[in-house]
């Protein structure tokens, strides 16, 4: 099936990333950083390969942000991510400041934006990016359903 528009080029480079870790066995999720429309940082899951249980994609992507700026706070840049944020990566996504949250397919069992704890309307978040769901969506849970029936 054809989307109805073509995927924003962010979110491509996102399921690019997702790809790339399923082949290196990570699970797939991939994430970018843009400022002014230009990545500036980019991450795919590490868990395994770094034995790292904070490695996930939007980790790894925002780390590379801040070290690329020079700031922790990432201020005025998105995220683009295959998979709706868990409680983890939505706490850092608020506590860097991200302007606007673009993600794939929603994580009933993990997820902490639409899901679980919904972060982001909770009084003690400080910060709240504008949240759009549902880019890349189909490709995305494809990614991550074959990924899983392979090892079920």
């Given at each position: 099936m054809v989307p109805p528009f073509p995927l924003p080029s962010p979110m491509r480079r996102a399921l690019d990333l997702a790809i790339a870790a399923e082949r290196a066995g990570e699970?797939?999720?991939g994430a970018v950083v843009t400022r002014?429309?230009?990545i500036i940082g980019e991450g795919e899951n590490r868990n395994r390969r770094d034995n790292d249980p904070t490695a996930h994609a939007e980790i790894v992507a925002l780390r590379a942000a801040a070290a690329q700026i020079g700031d922790f706070?990432?201020?005025g840049c998105d995220?683009?991510?295959?998979?709706e944020p868990c409680p983890m990566c939505a706490?850092?996504?608020?506590?860097?400041r991200i302007a606007r949250l673009y993600?794939?397919?929603s994580d009933p069992k993990g997820g902490a934006i639409e899901q679980g704890p919904r972060l982001f309307t909770q009084p003690q978040?400080?910060?709240r990016p504008e949240v759009y769901g549902g880019l890349g969506e189909a490709e995305a849970s494809a990614l991550l359903r074959d990924f899983f029936?392979?090892?079920?």
């Open positions: 699970v797939p999720i002014d429309g230009q706070r990432l201020t995220l683009w991510v295959t998979l706490g850092a996504i608020s506590h860097a993600y794939g397919a978040c400080l910060h029936a392979v090892r079920r």
